[in-house]
């Protein structure tokens, strides 16, 4: 039983295009992620969500619009896809223990979602 | 600067050899480590967390050195399926988010 699954796990598509990429995580996790890997494979984050709230908006253009309809979901749709958009995108959760006064804690990845603007 | 910055290698070195390599962080707050692993075309996933006394888990040991800001990992006897690419990961323990190096090549030939 897969932890974070997002869907599709490829996607191709024209420049100017909207798309969305879905997630979903059965850990029970209050945070959740979605990071970008470019090219040369560095990972980026791109949101960071805690208990359904945008928490973190790392400079995003404002194309890329991220939803949150409960703690187990976390989608991505993006607007008016550029070249440049090309990347591979993962989503990750992780368990909120900042209440505890600890430290963050590991985070699960989805297998990731490839994405080719043409 | 950016946040974490390691070697990119790659590494290749023969089955049964021991391989290291160095990350270093930019923010002296930083409160969390880890070294994750990705395998090619695939997600990235904990190898191990970094404590501040370092830790071993079989062949691998990671080391933390807070006043230099670094992190190592060591792997021991390398096995083939040791391959991947070796992730430097640092976070701050009020932060929600995970900040990535940009990764360590490591491929074992037999």
């Known amino acids: 039983d897969t932890a974070v699954s997002q869907t599709p796990k490829y996607l191709v598509t024209q420049m100017g295009n909207d798309k969305s990429i879905k997630c979903e995580q059965n850990?029970?996790?209050?945070?959740m992620y979605w990071y970008k890997q470019d090219s040369k494979k560095f990972l980026k984050i791109m949101f960071s969500y805690n208990n359904k709230e945008l928490i973190i908006n790392e400079t995003v253009p404002n194309r890329f619009s991220p939803k949150s309809p409960d703690k187990a979901h976390l989608n991505l749709h993006i607007n008016s896809l550029e070249l440049g958009d090309s990347a591979v995108y993962f989503c990750?959760?992780?368990?909120?223990?900042?209440?505890?006064?600890?430290?963050?804690?590991?985070?699960?990845f989805g297998q990731g979602t490839r994405l080719t603007v043409v | 600067r950016k946040e974490v910055e390691q070697d990119p290698g790659p590494f290749n070195v023969p089955e049964g050899a021991t391989v290291a390599f160095n990350c270093t962080y930019s923010?002296?707050?930083?409160?969390?480590f880890f070294w994750y692993r990705q395998d090619c075309r695939k997600e990235p996933k904990l190898l191990m967390s970094v404590y501040s006394s370092g830790n071993e888990d079989g062949r691998f040991t990671a080391q933390l050195n807070r006043a230099s800001q670094y992190i190592s990992l060591l792997i021991r006897d390398s096995k083939l399926s040791d391959s991947a690419t070796y992730l430097c990961?640092?976070?701050?323990?009020?932060?929600?988010?995970?900040?990535f190096g940009a990764g360590t090549t490591v491929t074992v030939r037999a």
């Open positions: 850990l029970g996790h209050d945070t």
């Open positions: 990750a959760s992780s368990q909120d223990l900042r209440g505890q006064g600890l430290a963050n804690t590991e985070a699960f």
């Open positions: 990961v640092v976070s701050f323990s009020n932060d929600y988010k995970l900040s």
């Open positions: 923010n002296s707050a930083s409160q969390s």
